[in-house]
């Protein structure tokens, strides 16, 4: 026994209230009657249309939104079924008043198109409603008073006319009247031939009472009261029906009238779908020249068969020390001489371009931690292409955790755009985090687009259509975040691609002495700017205080049972900030983990010193571990 009934419904939205969980508790109980759903949303629209309050019609629009959006994929049926009786419902709603009720209306509309539950079509009638209501300014007389359709007068007067809006039940309704109208006319009384024939056989002496003068004798008196009382009756009748007739005339007037109306709406509205489609046929045609542009504009960034690079030995040097720290710049920007003040390695120093010709490593040793710096050799515009064997040079500064962009003071302004297209173009991304856009290829299955968060900038025709460009026809996508307008593309097709890296950058300014006290404020007081003069050693320590920074590096001590911890300076262990214990325990010695019981932390990551924590317990600067086996 289903245990579903009208009057239990009934019941159940009697006692509804504006609070969630009543919302909820009322939707899965229409959920568990979808056999019903029929009678679940005709009961529905009468006590939408019986309600006159606005709050109660915002509770019975919240039902049905819910209803509605748990049906999407659990059973889409239900969400047809209510869309038949969501426009009389929103029709009724706009004729009450309250500012409340239309701010539902709107935000309902709103979900619905952005979730996609309804087709742009079926929500512009909608729309169309909301609109209207918004127009008019909600009603100040009785909320019971239905409005006919306004009809245009016969002379209509200067003053500006409102938008016809399109209303299917009022067409509905002008088109059977109309219908009735003209089947009363189909044999109107003016067209009653026999009848207007048997009036005109009578004597004039009826309709001309002066010829009543003409009467001599009783006889005739008596032939012409006999005819008058044989042709009042039939008179009568013709006059009435010939005043119906007239009236059914005039009423069918207004339905043309009407008519026009509704047919104007009906092409207003059909226009406006008509520039939707095209606006989204415009859409897909600008998302599909997009992603080809962007994906020959990859290809031609990228070497030809691997003939790109020059041949020769590589720049590449053995990744040593705790970090690796790239310098990238044009030739004499001051590398060789910021690299022979940072570290004990010599780098030959002179004042042509093109001194250093090849990848000379030096170390610094800052906070017990051992950072290897990379003087590269000066690249020039076309890097990427493999000019000047720049893409040797770049590839180095693939494999860095930060770069330095060595950039000439003086001539910042046309360097840094240069060496920021260069980078670009061979997947390096500078001071940028990976989008949070996951895309798994699968062999079967199609392609299953789905976002935990609102898309302003991108839809799932333009994702697949970059999918498709690439000749991917089956993955799953996950959009955790709103891409950027203007990289949208862009950053998915990094995704796609998925050679990219994201290193961070610090853009340092060599040779300040040169250039104005104001030009030097500007410079220092940009993000991700440092400024220094080599050759006078100014604000280097400040620079190396940025270079640690931006590695995120913590130095983490070790302390055995019963013994003080160990806190020379070549002491402790070298680790990424927000690293764990785990990380620690891989750091001394790859069998730690599995044998891990316990660890004893002092430190600022601990609440109080020492704390016993566990392996996942992330780790400070300066913290000191204590590692207890089974």
Not at 194 to 216: G, N
Not at 230 to 256: I, S
Not at 294 to 321: N, T
Not at 344 to 368: D, K, R
């Amino acid at each position: 026994m289903s245990g579903f009934s009208e009057a239990a419904m009934r019941e159940r939205l009697g006692r509804l209230r504006p609070q969630q969980d009543s919302i909820n508790t009322l939707s899965l109980w229409l959920m568990h009657h979808y056999r019903h759903m029929d009678d679940i949303v005709q009961i529905w629209l009468k006590e939408v249309r019986k309600e006159t309050n606005s709050s109660q019609i915002v509770n019975l629009l919240y039902v049905a939104n819910d209803v509605i959006q748990n049906s999407r994929k659990k059973n889409p049926d239900i969400m047809t079924k209510f869309y038949s009786v969501l426009e009389p419902a929103f029709r009724h709603a706009a004729k009450i008043s309250g500012p409340e009720l239309d701010k539902v209306m709107i935000k309902t509309l709103n979900v619905w198109r952005d979730r996609q539950i309804y087709s742009e079509e079926q929500l512009i009638v909608l729309d169309a409603i909301v609109k209207r209501r918004k127009s008019s300014g909600g009603n100040s007389g009785n909320s019971h008073q239905v409005h006919a359709p306004q009809i245009p007068e016969l002379f209509p007067s200067s003053a500006p006319q409102s938008q016809p809006e399109y209303d299917s039940e009022s067409v509905s309704t002008n088109v059977t009247e109309m219908l009735e109208s003209l089947r009363k006319l189909d044999y109107p009384p003016s067209a009653d031939a026999e009848v207007r024939h048997k009036i005109a056989s009578y004597s004039e002496m009826i309709a001309t009472p002066q010829s009543l003068d003409t009467i001599r004798n009783s006889t005739e008196a008596k032939k012409l009261l006999a005819e008058i009382d044989e042709a009042e009756p039939l008179v009568k009748e013709y006059c009435q029906r010939l005043a119906d007739e007239m009236l059914e005339r005039r009423n069918l007037q207004k339905l043309f009238d009407d008519m026009i109306v509704n047919v104007r709406a009906t092409v207003d509205l059909h226009e406006r779908m008509l520039k939707e489609v095209r606006r989204k046929e415009e859409r897909a045609r600008n998302d599909l020249a997009e992603a080809k542009l962007a994906k020959y504009r990859q290809q031609l960034l990228e070497p030809v068969g691997g003939k790109g690079a020059s041949k020769g030995d590589g720049f590449d040097v053995m990744k040593s020390g705790d970090a690796r720290v790239a310098m990238v710049g044009f030739p004499s920007v001051g590398k060789s001489t910021l690299l022979s003040n940072m570290t004990n390695t010599h780098s030959e120093v002179a004042g042509y371009e093109f001194t250093t010709l090849t990848c000379i490593p030096g170390v610094i040793n800052y906070q017990g931690a051992n950072i290897q710096l990379l003087d590269l050799p000066g690249i020039i515009e076309g890097a990427s292409q493999g000019k000047g064997r720049g893409r040797q040079v770049i590839a180095v500064a693939k494999t860095a955790d930060v770069i330095l962009m060595m950039l000439d003071a003086g001539k910042s302004d046309q360097q840094r755009p240069l060496l920021e297209k260069e980078l670009e173009a061979v997947g390096i991304r500078l001071n940028k985090c990976p989008p949070h856009i996951y895309v798994k290829q699968k062999k079967i299955g199609g392609i299953k687009f789905t976002h935990t968060v609102p898309l302003t900038h991108c839809n799932e025709k333009m994702i697949m259509t970059i999918l498709h460009e690439y000749k991917i026809f089956n993955a799953d996508v996950v959009f955790r975040e709103d891409a950027r307008q203007v990289f949208v593309v862009d950053e998915f097709i990094d995704v796609i691609q998925g050679n990219r890296v994201y290193i961070p950058c610090i853009y340092v300014y060599n040779k300040i002495d040169q250039i104005s006290i104001e030009e030097v404020d500007r410079l220092a007081r940009m993000p991700h700017h440092v400024v220094i003069s080599c050759e006078m050693n100014l604000n280097m320590d400040y620079l190396l205080e940025k270079i640690w920074e931006y590695l995120a590096l913590v130095r983490v001590y070790t302390k055995k049972p019963g013994n003080a911890p160990d806190l020379g300076p070549e002491d402790g262990i070298i680790l990424r900030a927000g690293c764990t214990v785990e990380h620690c325990c891989h750091a001394l010695h790859r069998t730690l983990a599995s044998q891990f019981r316990y660890a004893i932390v002092w430190g600022t990551s601990t609440k109080f010193s020492p704390q016993r924590v566990g392996i996942h317990h992330k780790l400070d600067h300066e913290d000191v571990i204590q590692i207890v086996k089974k």
